[in-house]
C-alpha cells in the first residue's frame, strides 16, 4: 500500500509542536513521491507548510479515525506512535474522566488529583470474577487478574506499581491491597486483612513526606507480601524496604517536610503523656523547621496521630513499646538542636548545660558528659596506641547529623521488623501475591547518590519488563502459529553493567570508599579514565570535573560526584553508639544497636522486665558480621535489588504504570510536555514500540467477518468464515506481509486496521449515498403527488367558496340596505331623546341652582337680621343696668341721708316718759306675738322631729338598698374585671355605631329633606344599585365556582399528598421488613456459626457423664421459641413424673427420688449448657440487642403480666396443695376399696376434676369473648382513624379548625364579606345596610348559641334518660338470672357483660371522639386489662391441662386397682372353665376427621422419611403440591385433639429443624429449596385456616371449619413458621442469583440478539493468555429458558401465585441491576447500537411477563433503571433541548450514573458523534439539586422484604391419602 494512498486531501496528521508536543493538521492536498512541503491546515484554521526531513523523507504520523480515539487498550490503535497514544490519553482523561487506561499488559493510571467514587465496595464486587479486559480499565481488573492466575496457576504473583513522586504509587499500592482482603477475606478470626491495611499508616507516618510534587510522597520503597492459604485466604504478610531516605531527617528543601510522625508528635505535645518528652510546635526544632512549611492543606496531623497509634495498637505493639519510639522520635528533635560552637580552628565544644542535649540524654538514658564530649571527639585507633581527637564544628555537625540519621534508620527498621511480625502467620503459606511500591525514574537539576540509585532500580526493572514483553509477544505468536520473526527491542544491558559490573561505577565508589584518603574528586577521575570515551552510555559535561551522565532507558541524567562517598560509607562516629548502648534506662535503645541479639517482642512486658523472647539464632561464620556491618550502602542496595529481581522473576508481574498530569496538583488537568516524559521513563512507548514492530491489531475470524461484511459480496461469503476472511483480505490488501493468519485470530500491521476502516467508512459512504438518492426522489414524487391532489382540491373548494361568498354578498347587501334604514331611524330617535334629557337635566340643574342661590341669599338675610336684633338687645339692656345701677346708688344716698336725720329724732324722743309708755304698750303685744310664734315653733318642731324620724327610718332602709347595691356591683365590678376586654372592646363598638348612627340620622334627615326635590334621582340610583347588584351576584357566582374549583383542587393535591403519604409509609414498611429481614439472616449466620460450635464441643466432651440426656434444640429466630424449649422441659418433667407413677403406683417416695434425680441431671445439664453459651455469647449480641429494644417497647405489659404472674403463682400453690393432699390420700396402704368409686379419694379427685372443667370453659368462653372485643376494637381505631384522615385532608375543615374561637370566625366572615364589597358603594346610604349587616350577624351568632345551649341540655336529659333505661335494665336482667339454673345464668351474665362492654365502648367512643388522645388512652388501658386476663387464662388453661394429665393417671391407678380387686375374688378355675363364643363384628363405615394419628416413638422416622430422605425431583414430582405439609398439620391436628401439649411441640420443633437440616444439607439445590418454600408457607397457611379466628375462616366450608384446632393457640409458631419462611426465601434467591448471574451479562449485553445491528468495534483488545477462556456463550434464550424453568417448578411445587410475581421480582431486579452495573463499567457496551440491542432484550423480557401473567408483580418496573439507560443511549445529545428530555426522561438513574453514561458513550460508526463536554457539564447543572445517593452501581445484594398474603387452601383433609411410596405406613387415619 503506497504512502499516496494514506497521505491523501483530508487525511489528518500530526506535527511536532514546542508547547504541545504535538499538534493535529489536516491535509490541503494529495501527498505526491518527491514533494518536499505538505500543505497542513491546523485544527484553529490557521494554515501551515511543513518541511519534511530531507536525509530521511519521513512523513508525518497519521491520525487515528475518530472511532478509534479512547479505546481501553493502546495497543488497540491502529496507529501505534507517541502522538496517538498521547492523544488517546488525554481524551480519555479530560473528556471522558477515565484516570486508568491498558497498554497491553500495563495498566497507565493518571492521578486525578480528584477523590472519585470508583473504589467503593460495589465496585470491588463488580471487578470480582470477571476476566481483566471484559470491564473497563481499574486497578482492581490488575488485582483480579493477579489473584485469579494465583488460584488457577498456583503461582506467585507480582504487581510492580512505579511513577515518579506525586503521580499515585502509593495509594494504588494500597487500592490493590484493599482488594486482596475485601475479596479473599481471612482464614481465621484473628482479621489479619485488617492488620495487612493497618500497616499503611503506621509505614506512611514514618516513610512519607511532602515534597514539591506530594503531600504524602514516599521517602523509600516497599515490597509487601501478602500470604494466602491453599482456600487463598489472607493469613499473614511481610514487608521489605529498600533504600530509605535518611538525609531528609536533618535536611528539607524549600516547601518541604520531614518526615510525618515528627509533626504528629509536636502537634499532639499537648497529650498528658507526652508532656514528659518536652516537645513543642514544629517551627522550635531544626529538624522540622527548615523547609518553612510545616502544614498541609487539609491534614489534620493531631488526628493522623491518634490513626497511627490506633494502628500501632491493632499491630500488636504495646502502648510502652509506643512511648519508647516517640522518646526516640522526641530524642532526635533534641538533637537538631544541639548547639555546637568553635573551640578554636581544629576543636569544637557543646557549651554546658545545653538544654536540648540534657533532655536527649534524659530520654536516651545516657549521661550528658559522655555524649557531650564524643560529640566534638573522635577516637583514632592504631596499631599500638588509642587517640582521641578533637574535631571541627563543621565535622561536629556532620557527625551529630549522622548519629541523628542513624538513629532513626535503626528505628524505621526495628519498626518494620515488628510490624512484620505481627503480620506474620502460623500456618504455611501456599502463595503469596507480592506488591511493589518503588520510586520511579527521577532526574532532578541536581542529582546525587539517592537519584542514582533509584535510576539503578528502575534500570533493572525496565530489563524484566521488556523481557516479559517480549516473552508474551513470543507466546502469542506461537499459540496462534504465527511465523516467529525476532523483534528488535531496546536492550538496556549495557547500562545495567556500566553501573553493577566489575570495575563498573559501583565498583570503583566501593574500592575509593575503602582507600584512607579517597574523595569524590579522585573517584570522578577514576570514572573517566575508565568509562569516558570506552563506553557510549557514559558522559562527561563539558564545563565540570565533579559529575559525569549516564544514559538511561528514560533521558541522560547528569549526576554531581560531590556526597557519593559520604553517603556510600554511611559513618558513624562508633563512640557515640557505644554510648547509647550503654544505656541501662531504656532497653529498647540497646534493641536497635544489637545486631547479634533480636530484641524483644513488642507485644510482651515493657522495657526492663524479664521475660524475653527466644528466637531462633542464625548461624553465622566468626567475623561475618564485622564484614557485613562494613558493608557500603551501594552493595547493600545492590544485593536487596538483585533478592527484588529473582523474587520478581520468580513470579508472574503485573506493572502499573502512575503518570503525574501536572506539577500543579490541578484536578483533571493535562500537561502534554510532563506526560510524554513520564510516558517515556516508565517504558510505555517501549511496549507500544515492541508492539508495533509485530502485528499489533488482532481479530477473531467472527469479529472481521461481522465488521467488515460489507466489504465481502454475495458469492464471497461461504459458509467458513477463515476461508472467507481469508479470500477477502487478499483482494483487500496486496501485501501479504501486512497481515499473517492466526488458528483463531488474524493479525494485522500497524495501520491496516486504519486502512480497512477507512475503505469500509468509504463502502457505506457510497451506500448511503445512494441510498438518500433513492430516498429523497421517493420522498419529492410522493410530495409531489400529494401536493397536486392538495392543489385540485384546493380549487375545488376554493371555487365553491367564492360562489357561495357571491351568494353571500348579495344577501348581505339587501339586508345592509334594512339595516341602515332602520339603524339611523334608531340613531336619530336617540339623539333626541338623549338631547332632551340632557336638556331637562340641564334646566333642572339651572333651576337647582337659582333656588339654591336665592335659599342662600334669604338664608343669609335672615341671618343677618337676628344678629342686629341680638346686638340692638344687647347694646340697650347694657344701657338700661348703667342707668339702674346709678339710679340705685342715688337713692342709697338719699335714703342714708333721711335715715340719719330720723336717727337723730329717736334719740330725743326715747329720753321722755312717753316714750317709754308707748314702748311697753307695743312690748306686751309683742310678748303675746312672741308666746304665739314658740308655741308655733314648739309644734313645727314636733312636726320636724317626726318627719326626721321617718327620714331616718327611710334613709336606714335606703342604706341598707344602698349597700346590697354596692355588694351586687361589687360583683358587678368583678364580672366586670373579668369581662373588661370584652367591654371595652364592646363600647369602643356601641360608640363607634352611636357615632355612625347619629351621622346616620344626620344623613337621612338631610336626605328626607331633599327627598321630594331629587326623586327621580333616587330612583335611577336605586336602578343603577340594581344593575350593580346583579353584577355583584355574578361577580359571587364567579367567586363561588372559583372557591368550588379551589377546593376542587385542594381536595386532588391532599389525595395526592395522601397518596404519596401512603408510598412513603409503604416504603418505610418495607424498609423495616428488609431490616427484620436482614436480622433473620444474620441470625441464620449465627445459628451455622453455633452449629459448628456445637459439633466441636462433641469433639471436646469425649466422655459424657452417667446419667446425663441433653435434649435436642431449638434454636430459632426469636426468644419466643426459647420459651417453648423452657416450657417443653417442664412438660417432660412432668411427663415423666406421670411414667414413673405409672411405673409404681403407690410408691410416692420413689417418685419424689426419681424426679430429684431429674434435677440433678437438669443441673447437670444446665452447667454443660453454661460452658457452651461462653462461646455462643459473641453469636447472641445482635439477638440480645434485638430483645433489648422489644423489652423497651413491652415495658408497660410486662409490669402487668408480673402482677399475673403472682396471682397464678398463688392459684398454682393452692393446686399443688391439693395435689399433694390427693397423693398423701393415694398413697396410704389401704385395702383395694378405699380407691373404688364412692370413696373419700374418689371423690376429692371427680370434684377437683368437675371444678376444674367448669372453671375451664368459663375461662374458654371469656377468652373468646375478650378476643372478639379485641379484634372489633382494632377494627374500630383503625376505621376512626382513616375517619380522621379523610376529614383531616378536608382543606376548608383544615382551616375552620385552626380558628380556635367564635372572635376568629366573626373576623374571617367579615373580612370575607368586606372582600365581596364593591368599591363603588362607599357613600352614606351604604353605611346603613353595613350596619344593618353587622346587626343581623350578631342576632345569628345569638340564635347560634342558643342553638348550641338547647342541644347540650337536649344531649344531657337524654343521657340521663339513658342511664335511667339502663339502671332498669340491670335491675331486670338482675332479676332474671336469679331465676335461671347456674349454666344458662353463666351464658346469660356473659351475654349481658358483652353488651355491656359494646355499649361502654360506644359510649366512650363518643365521649371521646373530640379528643383523641384520651380515647387512644382509654383503648390501651382496655387492651392491657384483655391481655392481661388472657394470659392469666392462658396460664391457668396450662396449669388445668396438667392436672388433667396427672388426674387422668391417678384414674387410671384407681381402674387398675379395682380390675385387681375384683380379679382376687374370682377363682382361676371360673376363668378357664367360662367358654368363649364367636362374634361377628360387622363393619361400620368410617367417617375420617382429616387427622394422622402417631406414636411418639415414631416421631424421627415421621421428620426422616417426610423431610429428610423426600426428594422433590423423584417421588415428590407425583404428589398434590404441599402434601407434606398436609401430613404434618394433620399429625399436629390429631395432637391438638388429644390434647397432648408435649406432642404438639415436639412435632412442630421436629419439623422446623428437619426443614433447617435439609435446607443446609442441600441448600444448593434449586428444586429442594423451592419445594419446601412452597410447603413452609402452605404448613403456616394451614395453622392459619384451621387456627379458628375468624379473620382467616371466611373462606372455609363448614366441614373445614369443624377441623379447627381447639385446644391450642400456635400464634407464636405461626410467627417461627414465617421467619423460616422468610429464610429460606432468602436462601431460594441466593441459588437462583448464582445460577443466573454468569448468563446475564452473556445474555444481555455481549450477544447479538438482533443480528447485524451492532457492528463490532475495532478494539483489538487482546486479552491474557492465561485470563480464564470462557466456558460457553449465553444468549437471551438461556436467561429465558432459566426463568421458565424457575417457573414451571415453583408452579409444580405448588408455590402461592403472590410469592412467584415477589421471587420473579427480585430476578428482574438483579437482571437489571447487575447489566446496568456492567454498562457502567464497559465503554466498549455504551453505543447507539447497544442501546437498541438492550431494549429489544428488555422487550423479550417483558413479552415473557405477560405470557406468564407476571406482569402486575412489578418486576418491569425494576428494569426500569436499564430501560433509561438504553434511551440514553440512543437519544439525541447536542442541544439544550436534548439535555431537558434527558433530565426529565431519566429519573430512575442517578446523576453519576447520567454523567457516566455520556462519559462512556462511544461512536461505533464514523457517522456518529462523541457527546461533548458542555453538553455533560451541562447536565451536570441540571440535575445538581437532585437529592440523592452518590453510589455509582446498584447494589446487587439487596433483596426486596417478602410477604407471606394468606392463601387458604380448598381442599378436604378428610380426602387426602398417603401414597406408599413416602413409608408413612405407621400413620393412622381417623
Known amino acids: 500500500m503506497a504512502a499516496s494512498e494514506l497521505y491523501t486531501k483530508h487525511a489528518r496528521v500530526w506535527i511536532p509542536d514546542a508547547e504541545e508536543v504535538w499538534k493535529s493538521a489536516e491535509l490541503l492536498k494529495d501527498y505526491k513521491q518527491g514533494d518536499a512541503l505538505l500543505q497542513l491546515r491546523l485544527d484553529d484554521g490557521t494554515d501551515v507548510e511543513h518541511k519534511l526531513d530531507p536525509k530521511t523523507k519521513n512523513l508525518p504520523h497519521l491520525r487515528n479515525p475518530d472511532i478509534l480515539v479512547g479505546e481501553n487498550d493502546l495497543t488497540a490503535l491502529s496507529y501505534l506512535h507517541e502522538p496517538a497514544i498521547l492523544h488517546n490519553l ?11 487506561t491498558y497498554c497491553g499488559i500495563v495498566l497507565v493510571a493518571i492521578n486525578p488529583y480528584e477523590t472519585l467514587p470508583i473504589y467503593g465496595a460495589d465496585i470491588i464486587n463488580a471487578y470480582s470474577g470477571q476476566n481483566m479486559g471484559d470491564m473497563d480499565p481499574h486497578i482492581f481488573a490488575v488485582a483480579e487478574e493477579s489473584y485469579k492466575q494465583m488460584a488457577r496457576d498456583e503461582r506467585n504473583q507480582s504487581i510492580i506499581v512505579s511513577g515518579e513522586s506525586g503521580a499515585g504509587k502509593t495509594v494504588s499500592a494500597k487500592y490493590a491491597m484493599r482488594y486482596f482482603a475485601t475479596v479473599s477475606g481471612s482464614a481465621s478470626e484473628t482479621n489479619v486483612e485488617e492488620k495487612v491495611l493497618a500497616s499503611n499508616p503506621i509505614m506512611e507516618s514514618i516513610g512519607n513526606a511532602k515534597t514539591t510534587r506530594n503531600d504524602n510522597s514516599s521517602r523509600f520503597g516497599k515490597y509487601i507480601e501478602i500470604g494466602f492459604d491453599k482456600k487463598y485466604q489472607i493469613i499473614g504478610a511481610n514487608m521489605r524496604t529498600y533504600l530509605l531516605e535518611k538525609s531528609r531527617v536533618v535536611f528539607q528543601a524549600d516547601d518541604e517536610r520531614n518526615y510525618h510522625i515528627f509533626y504528629q508528635l509536636c502537634a499532639s505535645a499537648q497529650l498528658p ?4 518528652l518536652k516537645l513543642g510546635q514544629a517551627t522550635n526544632f531544626h529538624y522540622t523547621k527548615q523547609g518553612r512549611s510545616p502544614v ?25 513499646y509506643q512511648m519508647g519510639i516517640f522518646r526516640i522520635l522526641a530524642a532526635i528533635l533534641h538533637l537538631g538542636n544541639v548547639e555546637i560552637k568553635d573551640r578554636d580552628s581544629d576543636s569544637s565544644i557543646v557549651p554546658p548545660n545545653n538544654a536540648h542535649l540534657t533532655v536527649f540524654c534524659d530520654l536516651m538514658g545516657v549521661t550528658y558528659q559522655d555524649m557531650s564530649q564524643w560529640l566534638c571527639h573522635k577516637k583514632l585507633k592504631t596499631a599500638a596506641e588509642t587517640y582521641i581527637k578533637p574535631i571541627p564544628k563543621l565535622q561536629a555537625v556532620n557527625a551529630r547529623d549522622a548519629l541523628a540519621k542513624h538513629i532513626y534508620a535503626k528505628l524505621f527498621d526495628w519498626i518494620v521488623d515488628h510490624v512484620n511480625k505481627a503480620l506474620r502467620s502460623t500456618v504455611n503459606q501456599n502463595s503469596f501475591i507480592g506488591v511493589l511500591d518503588i520510586y520511579g525514574f527521577e532526574t532532578f537539576e541536581i542529582n546525587s547518590f539517592e537519584q542514582f540509585c533509584i535510576n539503578y532500580a528502575n534500570e533493572k526493572l525496565q530489563q524484566q519488563f521488556n523481557m516479559h514483553v517480549f516473552k508474551l509477544e513470543q507466546e502469542e505468536y506461537m499459540k496462534e502459529q504465527i511465523p516467529w520473526t525476532l523483534i528488535d527491542f531496546y536492550d538496556n544491558q549495557p547500562c545495567i553493567n556500566l553501573i553493577e559490573a566489575k570495575m563498573g561505577i559501583l565498583d570503583l565508589l566501593d574500592e575509593e570508599c575503602r582507600m584512607p584518603k579517597g574523595s569524590d574528586d579522585t573517584w570522578a577521575q577514576k570514572l573517566y579514565n575508565t568509562h569516558l570515551n570506552k563506553c557510549a552510555l557514559f558522559h562527561k559535561p563539558r564545563l565540570s570535573n565533579k559529575a559525569f551522565i549516564i544514559q538511561h532507558f528514560a533521558d541522560k541524567v547528569e549526576y554531581q560526584c560531590d556526597g557519593f562517598l559520604e553517603k556510600n560509607k554511611d559513618t558513624v562516629n562508633e563512640e557515640q553508639i557505644t554510648v547509647l548502648k550503654t544505656s541501662k ?9 544489637q545486631d547479634e541479639e533480636k530484641a524483644t517482642t513488642p507485644t510482651g512486658p515493657p522495657p526492663g522486665g524479664r521475660t524475653r523472647l527466644s528466637v531462633k539464632q542464625t548461624k553465622t561464620r566468626p567475623g561475618q558480621t564485622s564484614r557485613d556491618h562494613k558493608k557500603t550502602v551501594g552493595l547493600q542496595f545492590r544485593n536487596s535489588l538483585q533478592l527484588l529481581m529473582d523474587t520478581l522473576n520468580a513470579t508472574t508481574p503485573h506493572y502499573v504504570r502512575c503518570i503525574k498530569p501536572n506539577d500543579n496538583k490541578h484536578p483533571f488537568t493535562f500537561d502534554p510536555s510532563r506526560a510524554v516524559q513520564q510516558l517515556r521513563a516508565c517504558g510505555v512507548l517501549e511496549t507500544i514500540r515492541i508492539s508495533a514492530a509485530g502485528f499489533p491489531s488482532r481479530w477473531t475470524y467472527q469479529e472481521f467477518f461481522s465488521r467488515y461484511r460489507v466489504l465481502m459480496k454475495q458469492k464471497d461469503v461461504l459458509s467458513d468464515r477463515r476461508l472467507t476472511c481469508r479470500n477477502v483480505l487478499e483482494k483487500l490488501i496486496k501485501d501479504q506481509d501486512k497481515y499473517q493468519f492466526g488458528k483463531t485470530k488474524i493479525f494485522f500491521r500497524a495501520g491496516q486496521v486504519a486502512y480497512l476502516e477507512k475503505l469500509r467508512a468509504d463502502k457505506l459512504r457510497v451506500a448511503c449515498i445512494r441510498i438518500q438518492k433513492t430516498i429523497r426522489s421517493w420522498l419529492l414524487r410522493k410530495k409531489y403527488l400529494r401536493m397536486r391532489s392538495a392543489a385540485i382540491t384546493i380549487q375545488r373548494y376554493v371555487r365553491g367558496y367564492q360562489a357561495r361568498c357571491l351568494a353571500k354578498f348579495l344577501r348581505r347587501t339587501q339586508a345592509a340596505v334594512t339595516i341602515q334604514k332602520f339603524q339611523r331611524m334608531y340613531r336619530e330617535r336617540k339623539r333626541y331623546r338623549r338631547m332632551q334629557a340632557a336638556s331637562l337635566v340641564v334646566q333642572c340643574m339651572l333651576r337647582a341652582y337659582m333656588a339654591r342661590q336665592k335659599y342662600q341669599a334669604m338664608l343669609r338675610e335672615h341671618k343677618t337680621i337676628i344678629i342686629q336684633k341680638r346686638v340692638r338687645g344687647w347694646l340697650a339692656r347694657l344701657h338700661y343696668k348703667r342707668s339702674l345701677e346709678a339710679v340705685v346708688y342715688l337713692q342709697c344716698c338719699i335714703r342714708r341721708m333721711r335715715a340719719r336725720r330720723e336717727l337723730k329724732k329717736l334719740k330725743i324722743e326715747a329720753r321722755s316718759v312717753e316714750h317709754f309708755k308707748k314702748l311697753n304698750i307695743g312690748m306686751e303685744n309683742k310678748i303675746m306675738q312672741l308666746q304665739r310664734k314658740v308655741d308655733e315653733q314648739h309644734k313645727e318642731k314636733k312636726a320636724m322631729t317626726e318627719r326626721l324620724n321617718s327620714l331616718a327610718n327611710s334613709y336606714a332602709v335606703e342604706s341598707e338598698k344602698l349597700r346590697n347595691e354596692v355588694e351586687r356591683l361589687r360583683l358587678t365590678e368583678e364580672e366586670a374585671r ?17 357615632k355612625e348612627l347619629c351621622d346616620t340620622q344626620r344623613d337621612k334627615r338631610t336626605i328626607e329633606e331633599w327627598a321630594d326635590k331629587y326623586k327621580l334621582e333616587t330612583e335611577q340610583l336605586v336602578a343603577e344599585l340594581k344593575e350593580q347588584n346583579m353584577l355583584l351576584k355574578t361577580e359571587k357566582d364567579d367567586l363561588n365556582r372559583l372557591i368550588q374549583e379551589q377546593n376542587q383542587e385542594m381536595t386532588e393535591k391532599m389525595e395526592k399528598a395522601l397518596v404519596e403519604e401512603t408510598k412513603q409509609l409503604e416504603c418505610e414498611l418495607n424498609e423495616e421488613r428488609s431490616r427484620y429481614q436482614n436480622l433473620l439472616t444474620e441470625h441464620r449466620r449465627l445459628e451455622d456459626r453455633h452449629d459448628d460450635l456445637k459439633e466441636e464441643m462433641k469433639l471436646m466432651v469425649n466422655i459424657p457423664k452417667p446419667g446425663h440426656r441433653r435434649t435436642d434444640s431449638t434454636h430459632s429466630s426469636n426468644e419466643s421459641e426459647y420459651t417453648y424449649n423452657s416450657e417443653f422441659a417442664e412438660s417432660e418433667e412432668s411427663a415423666r413424673g406421670a411414667e414413673d407413677v405409672t411405673k409404681a403406683p403407690l410408691d410416692m417416695s420413689l417418685f419424689l427420688k426419681l424426679q430429684k434425680r431429674v434435677t440433678e441431671l437438669e443441673q447437670e445439664k444446665q452447667s454443660l449448657q453454661n460452658e457452651l453459651d461462653k462461646k455462643e455469647e459473641q453469636a447472641y449480641r445482635a439477638r440480645a440487642r434485638e430483645e433489648d429494644e422489644q423489652n423497651r417497647v413491652r415495658g408497660a405489659e410486662l409490669e402487668y403480666e408480673s402482677l399475673k404472674r403472682q396471682e397464678l403463682d398463688t392459684e398454682n400453690k393452692k393446686l399443688k396443695n391439693d395435689l399433694n393432699e390427693l397423693r398423701k390420700a393415694l398413697s396410704e396402704k389401704s385395702p383395694p376399696g378405699v380407691t373404688a368409686p364412692g370413696s373419700p379419694a374418689y371423690k376429692v379427685v371427680m370434684e377437683q376434676l368437675n371444678s376444674s372443667n367448669e372453671e375451664l370453659e368459663v375461662r374458654k368462653e371469656e377468652v373468646l369473648i375478650l378476643r372478639s372485643q379485641l379484634v372489633s376494637q382494632k377494627e374500630a381505631i383503625h376505621q376512626k382513624e382513616n375517619k380522621q384522615t379523610m376529614t383531616e385532608a378536608m382543606p376548608c375543615m383544615e ?25 363603588k358603594f362607599t357613600s352614606k346610604p351604604v353605611a346603613v345596610s353595613d350596619l344593618m349587616s353587622r346587626i343581623r350577624l350578631l342576632e345569628s351568632q345569638l340564635q347560634t348559641l342558643r342553638k348550641s345551649h338547647e342541644n347540650e341540655t337536649e344531649v344531657l336529659r337524654e343521657e340521663l334518660q339513658s342511664v335511667k333505661e339502663d339502671n332498669n335494665r340491670q335491675q331486670q336482667l338482675l332479676a332474671q338470672n336469679l331465676q335461671l339454673p347456674p349454666e344458662a345464668r353463666i351464658e346469660a351474665s356473659l351475654q349481658h357483660e358483652i353488651t355491656r362492654l359494646t355499649n361502654e365502648n360506644l359510649y366512650f367512643e363518643e365521649l371521646y371522639a373530640d379528643d383523641p388522645t384520651k380515647y387512644q388512652f382509654y383503648r390501651i388501658s382496655l387492651y392491657k386489662r384483655i391481655i392481661d386476663l388472657m394470659e392469666q387464662l392462658e396460664k391457668q388453661d396450662k396449669t388445668v391441662r396438667k392436672l388433667k394429665k396427672q388426674l387422668k393417671v391417678f384414674a387410671k391407678k384407681i381402674g387398675e386397682l379395682e380390675i385387681s380387686g375384683q380379679m382376687e375374688n374370682v377363682s382361676p378355675g371360673q376363668i378357664i372353665d367360662e367358654p368363649i363364643h364367636p362374634v361377628n363384628i360387622p363393619r361400620k363405615e368410617k367417617d375420617f376427621q382429616g387427622m394422622l394419628e402417631y406414636k411418639k416413638e415414631d416421631e424421627s422416622k415421621l421428620v426422616k422419611n417426610l423431610i429428610l430422605e423426600l426428594k422433590p425431583r423423584g417421588v415428590a414430582v407425583n404428589l398434590i403440591p404441599g402434601l407434606p405439609a398436609y401430613i404434618l398439620f394433620m399429625c399436629l391436628r390429631h395432637a391438638d385433639y388429644i390434647n397432648d401439649d408435649q406432642k404438639v411441640r415436639t412435632l412442630l420443633t421436629s419439623t422446623i429443624n428437619g426443614i433447617k437440616k435439609i435446607l443446609k444439607k442441600r441448600g444448593d439445590d434449586y428444586e429442594t429449596v423451592s419445594f419446601w ?19 382467616f375462616m371466611k373462606h372455609n366450608t363448614p366441614r373445614q371449619n369443624e377441623h379447627c384446632l381447639s385446644n391450642f393457640d400456635l400464634a407464636e409458631y405461626r410467627q417461627v413458621l414465617s421467619d423460616l419462611a422468610i429464610q429460606i426465601y432468602q436462601q431460594l434467591v441466593k441459588v437462583m442469583e448464582n445460577i443466573l448471574q454468569p448468563m446475564i451479562v452473556s445474555g444481555m449485553l455481549e450477544h447479538e440478539t438482533i443480528q447485524g445491528v451492532s457492528g463490532v468495534k475495532p478494539t483489538g483488545l487482546r486479552k491474557r493468555t492465561s485470563s480464564i477462556a470462557d466456558e460457553g456463550t449465553y444468549t437471551l434464550d438461556s436467561i429465558l429458558r432459566q426463568l421458565n424453568s424457575f417457573h414451571s417448578t415453583m408452579c409444580q411445587h405448588g408455590t402461592d401465585p403472590e410469592l412467584i410475581k415477589q421471587v420473579i421480582k427480585q430476578m428482574f431486579y438483579i437482571i437489571g441491576a447487575v447489566t446496568l452495573n456492567n454498562l457502567l463499567l464497559r465503554k466498549d457496551m455504551c453505543s447507539w447500537s447497544k442501546g437498541m440491542q438492550i431494549r429489544y432484550n428488555v422487550s423479550q423480557l417483558e413479552e415473557w411477563l405477560r405470557d406468564k401473567n407476571l406482569m402486575t408483580s412489578g418486576a418491569k418496573e425494576t428494569l426500569e433503571p436499564l430501560i433509561q439507560a438504553a434511551q440514553l443511549l440512543q437519544v439525541k445529545k447536542k442541544t439544550d433541548e436534548d439535555a431537558e428530555a434527558i433530565c426529565s426522561m431519566c429519573n430512575a438513574l442517578s446523576t453519576a450514573q447520567i454523567v457516566k453514561v455520556l462519559n462512556l458513550y462511544t461512536p461505533v460508526n464514523e457517522f456518529e458523534e462523541r457527546v461533548s463536554v458542555s453538553f455533560i457539564r451541562t447536565i451536570q447543572i441540571r440535575l445538581r439539586d437532585r437529592k440523592e445517593s452518590p453510589q455509582l452501581l446498584m447494589d446487587t445484594k439487596n433483596i426486596y422484604p417478602v410477604t407471606f398474603p394468606f392463601n387458604p387452601s380448598s381442599l378436604a383433609l378428610e380426602t387426602i391419602q398417603i401414597p406408599s411410596s413416602l413409608n408413612l405406613l405407621f400413620l393412622t387415619r381417623v
Open 585 to 593: 534506662k531504656f532497653e529498647l535503645l540497646v534493641e536497635l544497636f
Open 978 to 994: 373579668n369581662n373588661s376586654n370584652r367591654i371595652t372592646t364592646l363600647l369602643e363598638e356601641l360608640a363607634r355605631l352611636k
Open 296 to 320: 498541609i492543606d487539609g491534614v489534620d496531623d493531631a488526628k493522623e496521630m491518634v490513626n497511627t497509634r490506633h494502628a500501632c495498637t491493632l499491630l500488636g505493639i504495646s502502648e510502652p
Open 1295 to 1319: 382551616d375552620v379548625h385552626k380558628m380556635r374561637d367564635a372572635g376568629e370566625i366573626t373576623q374571617a366572615y367579615l373580612a370575607v364579606k368586606e372582600s365581596n364589597r364593591s368599591p
Open 1573 to 1591: 418454600l412452597s410447603n413452609t408457607c402452605r404448613f403456616l397457611h394451614c395453622l392459619k385456616q384451621y387456627s379458628g379466628e375468624e379473620s
Open 90 to 100: 488525554k481524551v480519555r482523561f479530560m473528556d471522558s474522566k477515565l484516570i486508568y
Open 273 to 276: 503523656e507526652l508532656k514528659v
